[in-house]
């Protein structure tokens, strides 16, 4: 009961704190409130559509969830969808990331409804801009049927008081739909920008483009303002396939004889500003850098004012991860703000920008009248964040209590078992070794229920399927006990506990040793040739990626070939230092993270093979512990197949032939015919957790989950699990089951990604939850499971027998890895 009021007061102190955030700062991933056409805060009057069938399916019953009731247009919906829509005033302006429709099934005897649509949206009701996604595609794919509430995010969002759903139909159909829109309302008043268009940079061989991608023509508000912030790494971006550079808009010094940028910010009324939020990158070591200086001019009727602001932020020279600067305004007064960025590098790069602004007092004869759909009462809006700061803290108070009382009971319980824990640790599986992915066990516990079809829509919320109750719903569930009774808990759910590696990878084959015989072969005794290398001789260069307990970071190792000696060394210049990764432990890591650290470091420095990342030595001697291991120049296989790819002519593109595309599987195929060999079962292989090297040497890694570039390949279950669910195989999702012949179900996706070049993620069509659904349909084996479609450049033979034979339902019927290794190996002759 303790741990659940925690967890409640916890749950309620975070939501007071976002409701603060999501007034001071339009935030996507938190701004998803449904806005009223289901609530009835949307008047009817305020709903209005092109045409209507009839009274009863007039606009305004575009909003009804239940009943025969929706928006019914009199004719025939066009295949270009240009004609006929459902209008909704939203009465001001508001951020919309999130759209649901729903057709008409009049208790059954209907089938309505939109299968796709577009949507136009309007600030001012005259003006009308059609919505695309960020590769330019506009229209949206609505419905299936009459019944099911399908939600589409907007990528990007817009910022709009007029939204029309325009039907779209291949070919002559009655269309009906129902609507509900997700944002909230947007108080920045920012109306539009004027900016130098965005300039290209060539580095190394790449063509990065800085333009605003996704500005919308109208009245000017783009990528600055679409609430998503760049990566560290300009070359990276949050959306998956996209070219590098997307998420910055950048402009070259060169290109600016005066030294800077000038970007002009209309608002919808005067207004009193406080500070103004620039999102910079700071890629220093690329020439890039945050602004030198900007200074902002303001207007309130034709005239600029004399006396401008001017702020000199801290360059800083050490960091190269990209933040958020604040500016001060001094709570000046305006309508309308230009801003002059000066360079203090050849680039300058801009992902996002923000006011904070309140009511201005000013002389009434410059005012605009009230707006009466547009009333914000900021007055009390400093009396109300006080109020919710001191409440916060009283509940952090609270909750520091309550968790001090507990962990002292906890320590004098386990006083006295302290030997016994430490015995049990040395039996079990490693929990954090290089080639198993980190999962917490999955909990049981039923969601809550709601007799609203719209709910309060959050990416990965609470409400969304997982795994452990999607397979309860299977009806031979019930029938396959003897399949579950020995990869579940009591309640048949699955847990993904590092620990069950054990019992799951048991076998009656004699000839296959147990895991735990074989860890324990690698805890005893120390090796020798894991010398502590001289941290001193490392120097940082970039964050590669953190976790839980550490962080991974690139580094220059000076003196590394030395240090290594003959047998061990490496490709490299020895008179140059060389890249390493180094995977660190904070400090303040508990006591069985520290233990599983340097467990992790025995397993790895006994890993030889040409196609693993070789642990080279260990800095152990004092906080914070760390393993280096080698880095491959060319980063990744995912984004050098990616990006390469993308800005290859057709005459170097030759070099990429089939042959070197299945070479580069035959090493991952090779690799992974070690770890076998072994009993060690890696869990997340994929293309990008393969690292490249000269002449495409391919050696497989770990580093790849803990980037942000790769989040979205990830299914996030709040508070347990973080699942590379795309790759799963699907006695994994359901049953929490990791075997040598999982990782061959997760070898045929990445020889997928190989030959598709890694373009898109495997079953982009499928949502997440899509995606757990055709696992289903395999374990029920009744012929309506989605594969993996053929790669253009993948013969027949490599498809049918190789490739569909990864993804057999029946895990003892798939090929082992040397099996894989001698199909390629013939698919070459």
């Known amino acids: 009961m303790k741990v659940m009021e925690v967890k409640l007061i916890t749950q309620n102190a975070f939501v007071l704190l976002l409701a603060v955030t999501v007034r001071a700062q339009v935030n996507p991933e938190m701004c998803r409130y449904p806005l009223g056409m289901t609530g009835g805060q949307i008047q009817d009057e305020d709903i209005s559509a092109s045409s209507q069938w009839s009274e009863s399916t007039a606009a305004r019953f575009g909003r009804h969830v239940y009943g025969d009731g929706a928006w019914c247009p009199s004719i025939v919906s066009e295949p270009d969808g240009l ?122 061989g790449l063509d990065v483009f800085f333009n605003d991608s996704v500005y919308d023509g109208a009245s000017g508000l783009g990528q600055l303002t679409d609430g998503t912030w760049g990566l560290d790494d300009f070359l990276h971006s949050h959306i998956y396939s996209l070219w590098p550079g997307y998420d910055y808009v950048g402009w070259n010094n060169r290109s600016f004889p005066r030294g800077y940028v000038e970007m002009i910010f209309e608002f919808d009324r005067v207004r009193n500003f406080s500070s103004m939020k620039v999102h910079c990158n700071n890629m220093f070591s690329r020439g890039v850098r945050m602004f030198r200086q900007v200074t902002c001019y303001f207007r309130s009727g034709s005239e600029w004012e004399a006396d401008p602001v001017t702020f000199r932020p801290t360059v800083d020279r050490v960091r190269e991860s990209a933040r958020f600067i604040t500016v001060p305004l001094g709570d000046r007064t305006a309508s309308t703000i230009k801003c002059r960025f000066h360079f203090s590098d050849l680039w300058m790069l801009f992902s996002e920008v923000a006011f904070q602004s309140g009511s201005a007092v000013y002389n009434t004869s410059l005012a605009p009248r009230d707006d009466p759909t547009h009333k914000v009462d900021d007055s009390n809006t400093r009396i109300l964040i006080g109020c919710l700061v001191a409440i916060i803290a009283i509940l952090l108070a609270i909750i520091v209590i309550i968790l001090w009382r507990q962990v002292w009971q906890k320590m004098l319980e386990k006083a006295s078992r302290r030997m016994l824990d430490d015995e049990l640790t040395a039996r079990l599986a490693i929990q954090t070794w290089a080639f198993s992915f980190n999962h917490s066990s999955l909990s049981s516990e039923g969601g809550s229920t709601s007799n609203s079809t719209y709910e309060r829509i959050f990416p990965l919320c609470a409400d969304y399927q997982e795994p452990s109750r999607l397979i309860r719903k299977l009806p031979e569930f019930s029938q396959s006990t003897e399949c579950l009774g020995k990869t579940s808990g009591s309640d048949g759910a699955p847990h993904y506990a590092e620990a069950d590696i054990i019992s799951l990878q048991e076998s009656s084959d004699s000839s296959t040793y147990s895991i735990t015989a074989i860890n324990m072969n690698f805890f005893a005794g120390t090796d020798s040739s894991m010398r502590e290398f001289p941290r001193q001789k490392l120097t940082f260069k970039e964050k590669l990626g953190e976790g839980q307990f550490g962080e991974v970071h690139l580094c220059e190792a000076e003196g590394m070939q030395d240090f290594l000696g003959e047998d061990l060394s490496i490709e490299g210049n020895n008179e140059c230092p060389l890249l390493v990764a180094v995977k660190t432990l904070r400090e303040d890591a508990n006591k069985n993270a520290r233990n599983d650290f340097l467990k992790e470091i025995r397993i790895m420095s006994r890993l030889r093979d040409p196609n693993i990342v070789r642990l080279l030595a260990v800095c152990v001697d004092t906080d914070p512990l760390c393993m280096i291991t080698e880095y491959m120049e060319n980063g990744d296989l995912n984004q ?190």
């Open 83 to 204: 004609k006929e829509y459902l209008q909704v005033d939203l009465r001001s302006l508001h951020f919309i990331t999130l759209v649901g429709t729903q057709g008409r099934h009049a208790d059954g005897m209907g089938n309505e409804f939109a299968q796709r649509y577009r949507i136009k949206y309007s600030r001012d009701g005259s003006s009308w801009v059609g919505w695309h996604d960020r590769k330019g595609k506009q229209i949206i794919e609505g419905n299936k049927n009459a019944y099911d509430v399908v939600l589409k995010d907007l990528e990007p969002p817009i910022i709009a008081r007029f939204v029309r759903f325009m039907p779209v139909t291949d070919h002559s159909m009655i269309v009906c739909m129902r609507v509900e829109l997700y944002g909230c309302e947007w108080l920045d008043g920012l109306m539009s920008y004027s900016i130098p268009d965005g300039h290209q940079m060539i580095y190394r």
């Open 640 to 829: 050098f197949l990616s990006h390469t790819m993308y800005f290859l002519s057709p005459v170097t593109s030759s070099a990429f032939s089939y042959t070197k595309l299945i070479g580069m599987a035959m090493q991952i195929a090779s690799g992974m015919k070690y770890l076998s060999s072994l009993n060690f079962v890696h869990r997340d292989l994929a293309t990008r957790n393969c690292l490249v090297g000269k002449k495409y040497t391919i050696k497989i890694a770990d580093f790849g989950m803990s980037r942000n570039l790769y989040r979205g390949d990830y299914y996030r279950i709040q508070g347990r699990a973080v699942l590379p669910i795309r790759w799963m195989s699907w006695e994994s999702i359901l049953l929490g089951k990791f075997t040598m012949a999982s990782d061959v179900w997760a070898f045929g996706v990445t020889l997928w990604e190989i030959l598709t070049l890694c373009k898109e993620q495997p079953y982009s069509q499928l949502s997440d939850e899509q995606v757990i659904e055709n696992t289903g349909e395999f374990f029920r084996d009744q012929g309506k499971q989605v594969y993996l479609p053929k790669p253009a450049c993948c013969p027949d033979r490599v498809y049918n027998d190789l490739m569909l034979s990864c993804w057999r339902r029946n895990a003892k019927q798939r090929p082992s890895f040397q099996d894989i290794h001698s199909q390629l190996l013939e698919s070459l002759a």
